[in-house]
């Protein structure tokens, strides 16, 4: 077989002059659609249109009979629907008096156990059609159903029963006395239509057409949802408690915090939820002249959580973390004001108790117990820990005070603090071991109770009866198995204190500190940003956006597309 | 040909059943609870653990399971997505067409300048331009997509602010048409450079050895005794090198649906990949497994559909 | 044999010698760097060195954890490294055995095996991996290096099985078969030794791909857990940073490119020296 070698071209033949003229003309193309002229210009529309880069995109506004309790479901769910009333600015969840009114018009209580609401007669769905009482009952009796909705199940299961008097009032039973009555009416479950989805048995809700456009009775009303992308909504104008000025509202997605913060500053979104890790973005924010800042409080909370039991056998209690002193010891010997103002900066504050900064109930307590290195020493002597062999590390009947720590590799602020925390409590003869792992291996090692001390974090709803999750002997969070029954009884009775519980609860907080099952690390504001042309802006902590009906939109600052 | 299609048609159902056993086999096989994620934002009891188990029907036996999830499949339901609450058939459907259009872009750049490209390397072997050309197009195959679009998106998106660095459309655009074209169109460029800069570099190398390979035969040196022209000769050894493009063509299907994964994740283009790549992160079982049922039957059919081609084109197949 | 001619052969070529010095360079480096820099897992001075530019102190900056960016690549390269040559010894092993089998046999073997590797072939291998990877278990180094040798070999099996189709129609063969030679004996003595050659261009070829697959699996988050550094995950940790601190995200990236550059350009000048008619 011969071998033909190809002679090359001598000159540019006309195939190739051809081809030189389809790539100038992809480049122009290109460079046309990368020109800014090509983006629209702003219009009115625009302007008072709100944009709000999330991190999950909402695929089921309607967590109230779904499983789908997502952030950015509720996000949606909130614009979407109104619930009976709302927190007040003080967010303390217990009594009668501390909400603000919403569906419901008023409230009258009939007896320690008995609750009436009056609903609002103006109050409509978006298709027209009034709020009934009927409606109400509907919601709470696929609510109240564990076959249903097993989470909000749990959470209701102090009603007794729910039933409508004429077609304008809801009455609540309750099982007993306690102080959150109106909180578990009003702040869990938002009504939803029963002339809509009665007729949709249970099971195949997750089928029906409501899902993809559903009908509600709040501020915003549905448009449309991108898949993948952005949900829009547009204002009610029939909303009865007056119409929104902001007159759309785009939830788009961007899984990572980079992303997101990427559309802020490129003007591509008006707002986003907490500014991502590290500080140092949030002072690009700030630089930026149409953006403003808002510190809100955040529900997050992180500890070091002391496991109560054996790591290898549950049965039996922890060889070192079982005593009181040497947990005591570990939290005097770590400065945490100075790793809060290391890690997170002006964000942070050392907390007293497990009480974030959401939570109604830290004001009025005390500060948290600042570093103390010769207490430390002195009680981790008294019990009997010394370093006989000079390593550095105390031993007690041959056995070192080593521990190991868990922490996720999900969270820097934890894994920085982590580090730090080694490093403090070397000086005082701790041996703190790290094990870093992927989020969910970290998981199954915290639910197993598989650790000494755990690098926790939780978020907390604005009900402080919340802690008893966590803190109470059969709380179904309570992985350390701490229990101490005087915190039961404790909790019991700051949950049944109808009014004025404020002290019951410092007492919960004090005596969870003494004993001490945990050193309380963190709780951090998170840092939103929101363009300055909106004004009136409040953002709620416990849902950022349920304020939007409030705002207002001047004129200034237009929003500049990119490529400007 | 009506007898071979049917053979053929038949292999591919085939093959499919055994794509479906094995993934059916590796989501029940393997270790973990796929709902024990579910009770993060609020803790649930045993009871209600159990409760949402009977649901998914977890504690039936395996075969059972195999054949309720068969069932499903041919009634087009496979199954409701543990973290969105929907169905998964609903979900992954509404995601394609945008991963069709990137895909679908970058297969033409591959088939119109990697082709190109790759003929004119062969014409020109040996010479300066073949040579950094290979140079280039070993670099672009050697280069992770995933981090390419990062850099591209930081530089071309955020830095220089030319184009923007996520999703598919701006969702305050009111006007249609032409206007919502464009807008997309804007949006998809660095996506589908990302992509094409890794697939291409491949076309480019198939292609120039497979018009290498084409331009030996002895007909072509008759050919140029003959007196046709170069173009005419070139057109000649270029039909016969058609064959291995389409064998690139289904070849190309499963890494570009691999490649989509990283590419959608990091521009947020939302389509079929980054609605895997979420899944992954959210140990959603049944969207993933969805997700990998349709990537899988879409791959079997390019591959039918390759054969198809192939036979039409060659007679030689049919008999074979 | 005709491997050892091959090798020398590549090394021939500018580019062979190109790719196989950078490989020497990598491994070396692999090998001894650990011992000379820093520790990669070492957080200095947790505030203020956080993702500090690139120094004399550290060449390649450090991370939002204030780690030596430099290290840390280098620790990776010895992971990537190994997960390839692992993976890919094991795809290989796979790869030969099945299309040797398939190919020789023929008949009932061959068509079931043959359609079993159509309908793993039929799902990416990233969705493959991402299935059996997306446990909420950790997944021990080792598992996923096996994981993805096992998911690597269908392709070079039809190879090597189109190979044997060809070579079974060979003199020596059929003169092998006439004497009565064992099955066993004809795979092993004459086939195998005749597809070392592909074989080993596949492996090669197969090595950038585990890197670059092994990088994606990590930046989803499902590859080498951290805090052991590999480079797909430090491209992932980069991201928050990719404005203000770009040296996190390039140097890996780069790194990945080059690797993979040089594999594929040793695997070409192998295929090429193999090759008689030449490309």
Redesign the interface.
Known sequence: ?????????ASP?P?ARR?RVIFAGIGLA?SA??SPR???AQ?E??RT?F?VATGDEA??PIPTL?????VANRDVADQLFARLGQLGPTLITSGDRAFEPLLARSWTRRDSVTLAFDLDPRATWHDGKPVTAEDVVFTFRRARD??VS??????LRRIVSVTAEGGRKVVFRYTEPYGEQLYDAVFHVAPLPAHLLASIPA?SL??AAY?QAPVGSGPYRWVRR?????V?LAANERFFLGAPAVRRV?F????????RL??L??G?ADATENI???P??VA?VSADKNLRVIPVPSPTLGYLLFNQRDSRDRNRPHPTLSDRDVRRAIGLALDRRLMVR??LGNAGEVPYGPAPTTLWIRYGTPAAAPMNLREARRLLDSRGWTDHDGDGVREREGRPLTLSLIVP?SS?IR??MA??AQEQLRAVGVRLVLD???F??Y??RRDAGAFDVDFASTSLDPSPSGLG?GWSCQG??NVARYCDPAVDSLIDAAIRTREGAGPAWHAVLRRIEDDAPAVFMYTLNYMYAVNRRFTNVRIRPESPWLGLREWTVGPQGARRP??? | MRRWLLRRALQSLVTLAVALVILFLLMHVLPGDPLSRVGEGRPLTLEQMQALRDRYGLDRPLVEQLWSFVVGLVHGDLGVSIEYARPVTGLVFERLPATLLLGGTVLLLNFTVGLWLGVRQAVRKDSPEDRWLTTLSLAGYATPSFWLGLVLAWLVGVHWRLLPPAGMRNPLLDAGGLAAVADVARHLVLPAITLSVVSIAGTMRYQRSAMLEALRFPYILTARAKGLTERQVLWHGWRNALFPVLTLFGLWLPILVSGSVFVESVFAWPGLGSLAAAAVGNRDYPLLMGAAILVAGMVILAGFLTDVAYALLDPRVRYS | MAEDGALRAAWRTPRGRAGLGFLTFLCLLALLGPRLLPDPFRQFGIVELQSARPSAEHPFGTDQLSRDVLSRVVTGARVSLAVAAIAVALSATLGAAVGLVAGYLGGAVDAVLMRLVDGALAVPRLFLLMLVLAVPTRVPLLALILLIGATGWFGTSRMIRAEVLRLREETYVRAAEALGASRRRIIFRHLLVNTTGPLLVAATLGVGDVILLEAGLSFLGLGVQPPTPSWGGMIFDARPVLESAPWVGIFPGVMITLTVLATNLVGDALRDALDPRGA
């Open positions: 077989m011969t071998h033909w070698t190809p002679r090359p071209a033949t195939a081809a290109v659609l990368a090509a983006v629209p219009t529309s625009a249109s944009v695929t089921v779904l499983e789908g309790g997502s564990p076959a097993p989470g909000l199940a749990n959470l099971e997750a089928y899902v991108v898949p993948g992308e952005f829009e785009i788009r997605k961007a899984v990572d915090g980079a992303a990427n559309m500053l490129a591509e991502p890790a590290p140092s973005n690009r290391a890690v590799t820097p894994l920085q580090q730090m870093q792992m992927d969910r291996v998981l199954e999750q179904l969070t990119a490529g400007d």
